[in-house]
């Protein structure tokens, strides 16, 4: 029996829905808190072993080397290798590899014959006139480029001086015939051509020029070693060898 205004009690066992209601969402809610903070200690592991194993990746200095670095790298032990000098890395492999030869402005040609030296005398015909004598020069590399179809040779010398001055004194020596001085570096198995002192000589074009500290001369010339007057093709051949000689060296 109830009074007026009162309400039924309700039935034992049962509370007040929104109570109930609000207690779920209470614990909800702080279930949800615990799963947060576990995944952000997770998070923060993974990011701690990440922070070890590549700290190069926050810090700077530290961690995994580039590719490029890596590469260079010795294993512990090893004495580090100095870096090539300029004169070490003077070879006509180095700066002229077989397999790449000359292709420039259509003109293409195959490096025939290489070789090189610290001695330039061994780049001229007589060393009773040598031109490059008391000039300073330290070494020489000596190449023959054939074009494609073997049609014309040519042979370049490069001349490495310790200074610019001393490359276009020596460019002044070797200016006009004076250039023919220098021996002409043959294809392996050719023939280098009639001798300088002989009656008749090959049609040829020849060009003198500095690099920096480098003397470039280069000859070209028809591989039956014709007379007659200079044309396209040697120009061609000329004009390619020439700017292939001096490019590597431009920078420097």
């Known amino acids: 029996m109830t009074t007026q205004g ?4 309700l039935p034992a066992g049962h509370g007040d829905e ?8 209470r614990r909800a809610r702080g279930a949800g808190r615990r799963i947060t903070v ?3 200690l997770a998070g923060v592991a993974v990011g701690a072993v990440w922070v070890v194993t590549n700290p190069g990746g926050l810090l700077p200095g530290l961690g995994r080397a580039k590719a490029s670095e ?3 790298l010795q294993a512990p032990g090893i004495p580090q290798q100095s870096p090539l000098t300029e004169a070490q890395s003077f070879t006509a492999e180095w700066y002229f590899p077989a397999q790449r030869g000359i292709d420039h ?9 290489a070789r090189q030296g610290a001695d330039c005398a061994e780049t001229v015909r007589d060393r009773a006139q040598d031109p490059l004598k008391d000039s300073g020069c330290q ?13 014309v040779v040519s042979s370049v010398t490069v001349l490495r001086f310790p ?20 021996l002409f570096t043959a294809p392996e198995g050719g023939t ?7 009656a008749t000589q090959p049609v040829s074009v020849t060009r003198v020029a500095t690099a920096g500290h480098y003397l470039t001369v280069t000859v070209s010339q028809y591989a039956d070693h014709r007379g007659g007057t200079a044309d396209e093709p040697l120009k061609e051949a000329a004009r390619a060898t020439s700017y292939a000689a001096r490019a590597p060296f431009g920078w420097m």
Do not use: I
Request: hydrophobic share 40%.
């Open 105 to 113: 402005d259509g003109f293409k040609a195959r490096r025939a014959a």
């Open 163 to 182: 200074d610019e001055a001393a490359a276009h004194k020596a460019e002044a020596a070797l200016q006009g015939e004076k250039a023919a001085a220098l």
């Open 139 to 151: 070494g020489y590399l000596a190449m023959n480029f054939a074009r494609l179809d073997n049609l």
């Open 6 to 9: 009162e309400r039924d009690p």
């Open 38 to 40: 576990w995944c952000a």
């Open 18 to 25: 929104s109570t109930d209601t609000t207690a779920a969402v």
């Open 192 to 198: 280098p051509g009639p001798s300088p002192t002989t």
């Open 70 to 72: 890596s590469a260079g």
